[in-house]
């Protein structure tokens, strides 16, 4: 006979995480000991002997012995399609500290070189001349045609610095690129030459364009496994959610298509918004965007919680480091950045600018837009809330990147939210302020260089604030994120940047998940451990609330669940 009192079969769960401290993300920040899951869904959360008895004969019960495991990490702001293919076995990974000197970068060549046939592409990503032993040692030393042509005279070569801007080839490549001595420096780029006039075999910004039309585009199976690998790795890195901020019409196939394939056999990890870039990247524009309609069937939210479209992408400037972001107050050098929309003046920019987020709005999708300079956030912020005040929906538009956001701004966006019930958010990159924050100093100056990424501005206003990697820009992990967004303190000097910014452990986690999940429309089943959410989980060997935030970075990632599976798991637990 069965007792009335015992739960019904059905209403075991499949899965008890026991022993934990569990950082909920929940209103109190609560921090129950026990989890349970079924069919993929958190099912209770609460002390031992409460989550003990819903455990029943099948049930799997994982003994977190301590740990402290946080919701999935959602990383808001990546191209992780890209990301995907500069790495092994797609690209050469020339990043520090993978590579320490050309020495090391030319022994990758020759050994790519002994892999490949005679003619195929060698391609590359990464260096960073600040951290090649030879170029320390000799600031006149600069990578050059002759390393490369020594070791693959019969191979293209072409290795991309880590910003983007400058690429490293060899003999082969511009002699197929069709560059010579005498080739002119083409409209936005130069090409490198020695004293002597000759190739240096360096390329500026859009010399190298002439290179990179010659690769050949990678297969869909190339893609495919890229795209797969790639979910692996952030599940070893605790994300379980990640934001593809400008997929164009090829990637939105891919990901499609890979969905397809691969989420029977359980190879689909990762729960994936993307950005639409109407147009193509760099094709943007008021045109590009009508005619994009045409073929769009998305609209605001399409799709499952695996794979969904939340919006579209715009590029509105440039970026503070090379002064392209458009600014109200100049840069140190005097200039005050750029608007790189279509128009004659910059009136004429902003107005197509205003005229693309009404097209966006007005077919329902949110728009991320990349602005980094104050005057740009100030004209994109202006427009979004005019076209919800003209035309209100739930769109949560929003910046991307979010630079220089000046506290007039912020607080009138925070209010705006409060008046009308359609936030705004600020998407940030809290790991790339860590790396980068001596630098922006000798741009803008220490004071305003302290002032990069507001994000205490942010919060205390009552503005929603999400972060992100951007990567390929950077490694996409979260825990550089957290640990600067709460210290600002540089990583090479350790020189603090802009304290009176820092935001504490459980602000920055909120930035990562909850925050996260309101962006992606998705705060209601995930972003936080609660019943009725998916269990998408991140477990660490350390409580982050208790340990020195200079710490945070070693934390190591112990296990990773993604819908109540099992993704990654370092055969700690
Ligand atoms: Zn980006």
């Known amino acids: 006979m069965i007792s009335k009192r015992a739960a019904p079969v059905s209403l075991k769960a499949d899965t008890v995480l026991i022993n934990g401290n569990i950082i909920t993300v929940d209103d109190d920040f609560s921090i129950p000991q026990a989890v349970a899951v079924r069919d993929g869904k958190i099912v209770g959360a609460g002390k031992n002997a409460e989550i003990k008895p819903l455990a029943g004969k099948g049930t799997r019960t994982i003994d977190l012995k301590g740990a402290t495991m946080l919701p999935g990490m959602n990383d808001t702001h990546c191209h992780i399609s890209d990301w995907a293919l500069t790495r092994p076995p797609f690209m050469l990974e020339t990043r520090f500290p993978t590579v320490k000197s050309i020495a090391d970068i030319i022994k990758m060549v020759v050994d790519k070189a002994s892999k490949v046939k005679p003619g195929e592409w060698i391609i590359g990503e990464g260096w960073d001349e600040g951290y090649l032993k030879e170029c320390l040692a000799d600031p006149s030393r600069k990578p050059s045609r002759e390393d490369l042509d020594k070791v693959a005279p019969d191979h293209p070569v072409i290795l991309t610095e880590y910003s983007g801007h400058r690429s490293w080839v060899n003999s082969r490549a511009l002699e197929l690129a069709g560059i010579t001595r005498d080739t002119p420096d083409p409209v936005g780029g130069r090409i490198g030459r020695t004293g002597t006039g000759e190739l240096s075999g360096l390329l500026y910004e859009r010399a190298s364009m002439?290179?990179?039309?010659?690769?050949?585009?990678?297969?869909?199976?190339?893609?495919?496994?890229?795209?797969?690998?790639?979910?692996?790795?952030?599940?070893?890195?605790?994300?379980?959610?990640?934001?593809?901020?400008?997929?164009?019409?090829?990637?939105?196939?891919?990901?499609?298509?890979?969905?397809?394939?691969?989420?029977?056999?359980?190879?689909?990890?990762?729960?994936?918004n993307m950005l639409l870039m109407l147009g193509g990247f760099g094709k943007t524009n008021l045109e590009a965007i009508s005619e994009a309609y045409k073929y769009v069937g998305a609209r605001y939210n399409f799709g499952d919680d695996?794979?969904?479209?939340?919006g579209a992408k715009l590029v509105a400037d440039g970026i503070p480091p090379l002064k392209t972001a458009l600014m109200w107050k100049s840069y140190l050098d005097g200039t005050s950045g750029l608007l790189v929309t279509e128009g004659n003046t910059l009136e004429e920019q902003e107005q197509s600018l205003r005229e693309m987020i009404k097209i966006v709005h007005a077919n329902r999708m949110q728009i991320g837009i990349h602005s980094c300079g104050e005057r740009t956030?100030?004209?994109?912020?202006?427009?979004?809330?005019?076209?919800?005040?003209?035309?209100?929906?739930?769109?949560?538009?929003?910046?991307?990147?979010?630079?220089?956001?000046?506290?007039?701004?912020?607080?009138?966006?925070?209010?705006?939210?409060?008046?009308?019930?359609?936030?705004?958010a600020f998407n940030v990159q809290s790991p790339i302020k860590w790396t980068i924050s001596d630098f922006m100093a000798t741009?803008?100056?220490?004071?305003?260089?302290?002032?990069?990424?507001?994000?205490?501005?942010?919060?205390?206003?009552?503005?929603?604030?999400?972060?992100?990697?951007?990567?390929?820009?950077?490694?996409?992990?979260?825990?550089?994120?957290?640990?600067?967004?709460?210290?600002?303190?540089?990583?090479?000097?350790?020189k603090p940047s802009g304290p009176e910014q820092c935001i504490t452990v459980q602000e920055a986690i909120r930035t990562y998940t909850i925050n996260g999940a309101w962006l992606d429309h998705k705060e209601n089943t995930k972003g936080s451990i609660e019943p009725g959410k998916q269990a998408d989980f991140c477990v660490v060997d350390n409580d982050l609330l208790a340990i020195d935030p200079h710490k945070i970075v070693d934390l190591k990632i112990l296990m990773t669940i993604s819908g109540g599976r099992v993704v990654y798991d370092a055969g700690v637990l």
């Not at 695996?306 to 939340?310: S, T």
């Open 210 to 272: 002439a290179v990179r039309e010659k690769i050949p585009p990678w297969s869909y199976e190339q893609r495919k496994t890229a795209l797969l690998n790639a979910m692996a790795e952030l599940n070893t890195l605790g994300i379980t959610s990640f934001t593809d901020a400008g997929t164009d019409r090829e990637k939105w196939a891919c990901y499609n298509d890979v969905y397809n394939e691969s989420f029977r056999e359980g190879r689909w990890t990762c729960r994936v």
């Open 377 to 424: 956030i100030d004209i994109i912020t202006d427009q979004y809330m005019k076209c919800l005040e003209a035309d209100p929906w739930d769109a949560r538009h929003y910046v991307i990147h979010s630079d220089f956001a000046t506290p007039q701004t912020i607080r009138k966006v925070a209010e705006f939210g409060r008046r009308t019930g359609r936030s705004l």
């Open 306 to 310: 695996w794979l969904k479209v939340g």
């Open 443 to 494: 741009v803008v100056g220490p004071e305003r260089a302290a002032y990069h990424w507001p994000l205490r501005t942010m919060l205390d206003a009552g503005a929603k604030v999400a972060n992100s990697s951007d990567a390929p820009v950077i490694y996409p992990d979260w825990r550089p994120g957290i640990q600067g967004a709460v210290l600002r303190e540089s990583k090479a000097t350790g």
